[in-house]
């Protein structure tokens, strides 16, 4: 019988000590074996209740200092469910009434305790369903905060995914309100990135695992069409049978474009959008493997600007990258569909033509790509006219290598360049040159110790009297046993290698010696101009070293003046001006050299100190014939003159140019009309002739009269 027995953990607050037995008794006969607790003192009910969880509490009503609806406000204060039933000998109808208001489950007649045991037992039952339906309760609202609160994107369907509901980050996320979506289905969302088979084959992995997830495409209510990665679950109900769907989904998009940003940064131009260097080589693969397979070739066409670096350096960046982004399109417009422009940097760019017969003709190609470049660009209103050169080399003949493929392309481009705005194919024998190229670098790097190097002077003529009033100091290469080399073949090299620094520095203190020399000779001595190339004047100790080689050679600065290219000068234009400025405050002459071939205005040239303009050779050579040159050089004299400058124009080689010139009031002239560069003893000899004063001025042709 007692192995039938429930155990029950009572709390008895029972002042009778009888009472205690008789309720235990009835206890155990209705079928509890109690484990309890009895307590008499109303003090002791808060630790008791607080200590032990009971399953049912029986109260005396009417204790001595105490009655039973004060332990009950207790078991409420500790929020406590517990079974609260009133055993009482003498309680009114009215009181057990409100002592079950205040909460009591029941109130049993200590006449009557037979009761007690059903009643436990009916309260014990009750408890259970109350505290299962307080755990359900819970776990709605813990399931419903989850939800709210989620920041994936979530959507319930019903079985024929109808849309029940959505959280706040679906709404967020989608751009649709609860109410907008509810009774619609999810395809609600679809971008039509996926096609019909993509849809399926998740409701088929739905079906079968009763799970999906991966990446989809959606599309938000503004028509923005993003990333999610989305998970699907088919929940069923107790009968097995699917009752709802829940999907739940994260907005990749601010991934997937850093993404996407980061691929395209690594394969992209960021300039022109065109593949770079190493895309263009990823696709430059494919046709080579084609062109071997199927007997065909592949040309690489490397397109490089001509003197790009002037219009950068004239017009500033920003209209450089405008142009070479114009350049870029222009490009990518004029080819065929299977050729593919890249960029490689700076004013390079390359383009692939792969799967070419034998027979294709590629000059025709490289005519069709220049023929880009004939029509003017247009920048901010200006017009540019820019021309490419352009190297080519051919797969697989030239070689089967890419890498060198490149160099080959990159090696006729420089040939091009010197011939300039054209194209070149690779050959063989282009490679000997570049070895020509190291032979005349390692020669010049000896040539100062071996003082192979001389200065030449060429008379500058004042062209309203005939009188010589200024030489120009040239650079002349004379290597043993070899031919006088002029400064067009080896100035570049000097200024790619960097001797130009120490090269110029010879020239300045060469031509200050003469010139000591000559005012020591002649009685009137003469100014002499030396060249100075951009990168001289750039150089930091440009100032320093002219300053003390005048004092080395005791030139006063007032006879010498220096030439300047118009790129010195509007390259970094505050640092060129300072520097003009100290030299022009030592009391140097400051002439511009080649003035017409860059692209500086008068008027911006006004901001510097200067004192002369050298006319280039090229719009002089042309006076007589070309209608336009005379018009430029005409604009350039009377726009010099009003801005106080003097102006020379270079390379006078007839009558009919030094007219000209005169008519038009050009102040000084240089040329072989007058004179050639002549070595410092010819022209110290020509000084003293013409200052004899039987001898009036410099006749053409360096003749006396
Ligand atoms: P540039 O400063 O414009 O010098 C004038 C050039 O025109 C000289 O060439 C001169 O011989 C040539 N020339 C003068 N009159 C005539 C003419 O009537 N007809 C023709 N066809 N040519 C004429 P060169 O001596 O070959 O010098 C070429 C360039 O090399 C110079 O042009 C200058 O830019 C540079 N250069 C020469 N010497 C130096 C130097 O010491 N330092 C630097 N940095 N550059 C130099
Ligand atoms: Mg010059
Ligand atoms: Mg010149």
New binding site residues.
């Given amino acids: 019988m007692n192995g039938e027995l429930r155990k029950l953990s009572v709390l008895i607050i029972e002042d009778s000590e009888d009472d205690v037995l008789l309720i235990l008794r009835a206890l155990r006969n209705g079928g509890f074996d109690p484990n309890y607790l009895h307590i008499e003192n109303p003090n002791d009910i808060k630790p008791a209740l607080a200590d032990k969880t009971w399953d049912v509490v029986l109260c005396d009503y009417n204790l001595p200092q105490f009655i039973g609806t004060e332990a009950l406000r207790l078991l409420q204060d500790l929020n406590l469910d517990i079974p609260f039933i009133i055993v009482s000998g003498a309680i009114g109808e009215e009181t057990a009434v409100n002592a079950m208001r205040s909460g009591a489950h029941d109130y049993i007649m200590k006449n009557n305790l037979a009761r007690l045991a059903p009643v436990i037992e009916r309260e014990l039952r009750e408890a259970k369903i109350r505290n299962s339906r307080r755990l359900a309760l819970e776990d709605l609202r813990l399931a419903a905060k989850v939800f709210e609160s989620s920041v994936e994107g979530i959507v319930i369907t019903d079985a024929q995914t109808r849309i029940l509901r959505v959280n706040q980050s679906f709404c967020e996320i989608t751009g649709y309100s609860q109410e907008h979506v509810i009774g619609l289905k999810p395809d609600m969302l679809q971008s039509r990135r996926h096609n019909m088979d993509f849809f399926k084959g998740i409701w088929k992995s739905i079906k079968r695992h009763g799970y999906w997830q991966g990446e989809v495409w959606n599309r938000r209510k503004n028509g923005e069409i993003f990333p999610v990665w989305l998970s699907v679950s088919a929940v069923k109900n107790s009968n097995g049978q699917v009752s709802h769907y829940i999907g739940g989904f994260t907005d990749l998009s601010a991934q997937k474009s850093a993404e996407e940003r980061i691929q395209h940064l690594t394969h992209y131009d960021a300039l022109t959008d065109l593949p770079n260097r190493t895309l263009f080589h990823a696709r430059f693969k494919q046709p080579m493997q084609n062109a071997l397979r199927h007997n065909r070739r592949v040309a690489l066409l490397h397109l490089d600007i001509d003197r790009f670096i002037k219009i950068n350096d004239t017009l500033g960046h920003h209209i450089g990258d405008r142009l070479l982004q114009q350049v870029g399109r222009r490009l990518v417009a004029s080819i065929h569909d299977r050729d593919f422009v890249g960029r490689f940097g700076g004013d390079e760019y390359a383009i692939a033509c792969p799967d070419l017969d034998q027979s294709v003709e590629v000059s025709a190609i490289a005519q069709s790509i220049m023929n880009v470049f004939s029509e003017p660009f247009w920048v901010e209103g200006r017009e540019i006219f820019l021309s490419p050169s352009i190297g080519i080399a051919l797969f697989p003949e030239d070689t089967d290598d890419y890498d060198e493929l490149l160099k080959f392309a990159d090696t006729a481009v420089h040939h091009a360049k010197r011939q300039g705005g054209t194209y070149q194919f690779y050959h063989r024998g282009m490679n000997v040159d570049s070895a020509n190229r190291l032979k005349m670098e390692n020669a010049l790097r000896r040539a100062l110790d071996r003082q192979e190097f001389k ?2 002077y ?1 008379p500058q003529v004042n062209l309203a009297n005939g009188k010589i009033i200024g030489a ?4 002349r290469w004379k290597p043993a046993n070899q031919d006088m080399v ?3 073949q080896f ?1 570049p090299l000097l200024e790619e290698t960097g001797l ?1 620094i120490s090269v ?1 520095e010879w ?1 300045l203190r060469a031509a200050c010696y003469q010139l000591r020399a000559l005012q020591n000779t002649v009685q009137s001595p003469i100014p002499i101009s ?4 951009p990168m ?1 004047f750039r150089h930091k100790d440009l100032v320093g070293m002219i300053e003390s080689v005048l004092e080395e050679t005791g030139i006063d600065a007032h006879w010498l003046e220096l ?1 300047i ?1 118009e790129t010195s000068v509007m390259e970094e234009p505050e640092h060129a001006l300072a520097t003009l400025q100290q030299l022009y405050g030592m009391g140097i002459r400051l002439a511009v ?2 003035f017409g071939t860059g692209y500086s205005s008068l008027s911006y040239l006004k901001k510097f100190p200067l004192d002369v303009l ?1 006319i ?2 090229s719009f002089v ?1 042309d006076l007589g014939h070309d209608l336009d040159d005379a018009a430029i050089v005409d604009s350039i004299i009377a726009m010099a003159h009003r801005l106080n400058l003097k102006v020379i124009a ?4 007839n009558q009919g140019q030094l007219d000209f010139l005169q008519n038009h009031e050009c102040d000084i002239g ?4 007058y004179s ?2 002549m070595p410092s003893e010819l022209l110290t000899h020509t000084l003293i002739e013409e200052q004899n004063p039987l001898i009036q001025h410099m006749t053409p042709q360096g003749h006396c009269a």
């Fill in positions: 200065l030449y060429q120009e100091a040239l650079l002029y400064p067009e100035i130009i110029g020239v030396v060249n100075l190339s001289q030439e290219t050299d080649d050298k280039d050779r050579s270079e390379g006078i080689e240089q040329g072989f009309y050639k560069p």
